[in-house]
Nanobody, 122 residues
Framework: QLQLVESGGGLVQPGGSLRLSCAASGVSLDYYSIGWFRQAPGKEREGVSCDGDGATYYVDAVKGRFTISRDNARNTLYLQMNSLKPEDTAVYYC?????????????????WGQGTQVTVSS
């Protein structure tokens, strides 16, 4: 059984950086498409970045600022977040799917972490 646990969230000033981690256990992430999603108060959950089988997606709002990556040795997924803006404030979730995903839609991902809060504020 795949389990995912996010960490690395917190309070950061605009323009700052955070690196979110998603530790996987039970199954190697090599077998999965993976993604980062976020949900701000009053908004729908949206795909931030997804990666699988050679295709990488970033939502327009984070292009050039966020980078998704994997550390296969540690079976961990990362989201490097630079030049953070107040509108990035949300609960961030990592997720995985055993099927190749060509889109980054929450409904296509079945395994989820518990979420980690990111707050960007002065």
């Amino acid at each position: 059984q795949l389990q995912l646990v996010e960490s690395g969230g917190g309070l950061v000033q605009p323009g700052g950086s955070l690196r979110l981690s998603c530790a996987a256990s039970g199954v190697s992430l090599d077998y999965y498409s993976i993604g980062w999603f976020r949900q701000a108060p009053g908004k729908e959950r949206e795909g931030v970045s997804c990666d699988g089988d050679g295709a990488t997606y970033y939502v327009d709002a984070v292009k050039g600022r966020f980078t998704i990556s994997r550390d296969n040795a540690r079976n961990t997924l990362y989201l490097q977040m630079n030049s953070l803006k107040p509108e990035d404030t949300a609960v961030y979730y990592c997720a995985a799917s055993p099927w190749v995903q060509t889109m980054c839609r929450p409904r296509d991902f079945g395994s989820w972490g518990q979420g980690t809060q990111v707050t960007v504020s002065s």
